[in-house]
């Protein structure tokens, strides 16, 4: 995992941990004022809903960290001029390491929104 967490580039790869845990650290709070009934439900949805932005955030940061290393890396192409396709396939596979990165963190934010949404509305 640390591996991946450096080949992605830890600029990208640290700012999508940092949403990744503030994503956690707002669903946690929202999920114990939900189920313990404390607090404003319509201020609680409007919290709810950062989390769903959150994870797009992160899947939009994902891409961009992808697009920035592939346009890295087609410069180094552009610079050498010939390389061997095992080189090219290396470089776009460490590319795509933020962008699954954050989809990953996506799907986790949207499942956490859905799920905090729907006890929410339950309780209502």
Not at 68 to 94: C, D, N
């Amino acid at each position: 995992m640390l591996t991946y967490f450096n080949e992605g580039g830890v600029l990208f790869m640290g700012m999508l941990s940092l949403v990744f845990l503030v994503v956690l650290i707002i669903a946690i709070k929202n999920g114990l004022s939900i189920f313990s009934k404390e607090g404003d439900m319509e201020k609680l949805n409007s919290h709810i809903g950062v989390i769903k932005s959150l994870g797009l955030f992160a899947l939009v940061l994902g891409f961009l960290g992808q697009f920035l290393g592939l346009f890295q890396a087609f410069s180094y192409i552009a610079e050498v001029g010939t390389i061997s396709p095992s080189i090219l396939a290396s470089g776009l596979k460490v590319s795509s390491i933020t962008s699954i990165y954050g989809m990953i963190i996506f799907l986790v934010a949207y499942l956490l929104w859905f799920g905090l949404n729907t006890v929410m509305t339950k309780k209502l």
